[in-house]
Each structure stands twice: as C-alpha cells, then as structure tokens.
C-alpha cells in the first residue's frame, strides 16, 4: 500500500492547519482578512508545514511533545503564502492552488499588501516563540527568498557548468532555504538540539530535489495537474535545468538563454530542443541524487515512524505530477 502525502498530513496532526492559518490571519478589516486568507481556500499540498512536523517529532522522538515545533511549521506556511502571493505579482499569474491569484482576484496593490500583512503576521509568531536564535534562523530565510528573485533576474552565464552551478543556488535561495531552515528550527526546539545541522542538510537536499521537479513539471505536467500555469517559466525568460542539459546538445539554445526566450519563435524552437534532448531525464536524475542524499542525511536521526515519514517525503517529491 503506498503511502500518501494526505497520510502524512494526518501522522503530524495538520489535519486543521488551514483553520489554525486563517486564524492567525482575521483582521478587523474585513477587506484585508479576505485577501489574506484567500488562498487557504485553495487546493495547497501543506508539503512545507507537514515536512517540518515530520522532522520536529522525529527529533523529539522519546521526549515530550511540544507546542513551539506546531508554531514553526504554522510559520513557515505563512512565509511561503506570502513570497506566493508576491511571486504572483512578479510573474503576472492568473491561476493558483486551483484558484485565481491574490493579484487577479483583488489587484496588484491588495496583492503587495497582503503579502506584507501575511509576512507582518509571521513575524510577530516568530517573535512570541520568545527564542532569539529560532528568529535568527526563520527571519535569515525571507533575505534569502529576496536575494533568489534578485538572483533570478540577472545572472547569465554561457557555460555550462557555471549555469548548473547559479541555477542550483538559485534553488536553494528560492525554496530550499524555507524548508532546510524550517527544519532547522524545529530540531532547535525539540528535545535533541544538537541535531539541527543534519535536519538543515535534510531540509536543503529535499528542497533543492523539490525545486528542480518543480522546474520538471513546469515542461510536462498540466495546468489541471498543478492548479497553476503550466509552461510558463519560458515565458518568463527563465532557463531552468531542462533547458540548461539541452544546451549541451544544442549550443544554439544559449542565444535563446542570454535573449530570455524574447523573439518569436524561441520558446517553440526552446521546447523542441528540450524534447530533443535529455534535458528532462537528466533533470530528473539531478533531483535523485539530492533525494538520495537527503535519505542518506536521515540515517543519522532517530529511528521512528516519523523518519520513516521524511523518507517517504523524499519518494513523493520525486514521483509527484503537481
Ligand atoms: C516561487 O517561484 C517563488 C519563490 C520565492 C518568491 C519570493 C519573493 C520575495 P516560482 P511557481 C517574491 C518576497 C518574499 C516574501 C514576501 C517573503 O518558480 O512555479 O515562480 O509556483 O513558483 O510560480
Ligand atoms: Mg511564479
Ligand atoms: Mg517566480
Ligand atoms: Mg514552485
Ligand atoms: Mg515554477
């Protein structure tokens, strides 16, 4: 019988996470308190809060339970809806969680806003834990997730290596940083503190394989499947790790990259020469190897059902088609 993420969720409790959110998030104002928690009505995976539960009890396995590692994963949740809300604004996208963006449902300014009310609210969470070394951790993520859009909209490269290299920094500053420090911060809090350098290890490795699948399914997967946009990176100009391993066949693909896939006809010409290619399963087994290490950082926690829980974690990260 395989294991689903819904049977996670339900191993670490997040069943009423969303309720929990949207708590945190009513305002007097009842404008802000819907744009704010507009997204919770959506189709969300709760991929990052059930992730960072897992490595909270699996690290406190054999000590009591306790309420701050719940607070983090709430935390990292918020983190995440806001940079979605702004990344939506940044990208101009229509569709999220199966839902209208924040940007398209209300408007770019409600969006902008809303983001900063969701990360205002985060923020003040953090602060309550009353931890000064958990606020160091979770507040050096959102410079980090600022830093990755920086990084995305300048660095360019022509050699391949160098790309792969800047592309996987990227990654790591867009949305492994959130996980590896969620992890991080949880295994601070529990009853083993020392092993928070290995959940951070866990964390970046998972989040970097989740990145690049992510990348993955933006080339294969469907708009339906996602609940958002597919085929929408090279729109955007991005040139993600498909299209890099492509360039290694087709040296013609490096025009398209340092142009962002501008002129007519590039991004046809840019997914012909994917397909031609073995930019998707090089993608793939890019993101094993960082599942695999991932795996190979678990063996030194804990033995429990909640690690077994992170292994599996890593088999549906790579396996998923949304
Ligand atoms: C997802 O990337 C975006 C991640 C980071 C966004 C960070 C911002 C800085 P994608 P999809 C906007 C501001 C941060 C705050 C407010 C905390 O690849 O494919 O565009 O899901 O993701 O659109
Ligand atoms: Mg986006
Ligand atoms: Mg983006
Ligand atoms: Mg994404
Ligand atoms: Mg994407």
Known sequence: QTIKLVDLREAVNTDNIVEDLVNDLLSENPDLTASATHLFKGGGKYFRPTCVMLMGECCNTGYPDNDKQREIALITELIHVASLIHDDVLDSSDTRRTLQTVNSRFNEKVAILSGDYIIARATSKLARLGCSDTITIL??????????????????????????????????????????????????????????????????????????????????????????????????????????????????????????????????????????????????????????????DLKQLPESEYRTGLAVLCDLVLNRNS
């Open 139 to 296: 507040s050096s993520v959102i410079r980090d997730l600022i830093k990755g859009e920086i990084h995305q909209l300048n660095k360019r490269s022509n050699n391949h290596e160098e790309q792969l290299a800047m592309y996987i920094e990227k990654s790591y500053l867009k949305t492994a940083s959130l996980i590896a420090h969620g992890c991080q911060a949880v295994a601070l809090n529990s009853g083993r503190p020392h092993l928070q350098h290995i959940a951070y290890q866990y964390g970046r490795n998972m989040g970097i394989a989740f990145q690049l699948v992510d990348d993955m399914l933006d080339f294969i997967s469907t708009s339906e499947a996602m609940g958002k946009a597919a085929g929408s990176d090279l729109k955007l100009g991005l040139a993600t790790a498909p299209v890099l391993y492509a360039a290694v066949k087709h040296p013609a693909m490096n025009q398209l990259i340092s142009r962002g896939f501008n002129e007519e006809g590039d991004i046809e010409l840019a997914l012909e020469m994917v397909k031609d290619s073995n930019g998707i399963k090089l993608t793939k087994a890019l993101a094993q190897r960082y599942c695999d290490k991932a795996l190979s």
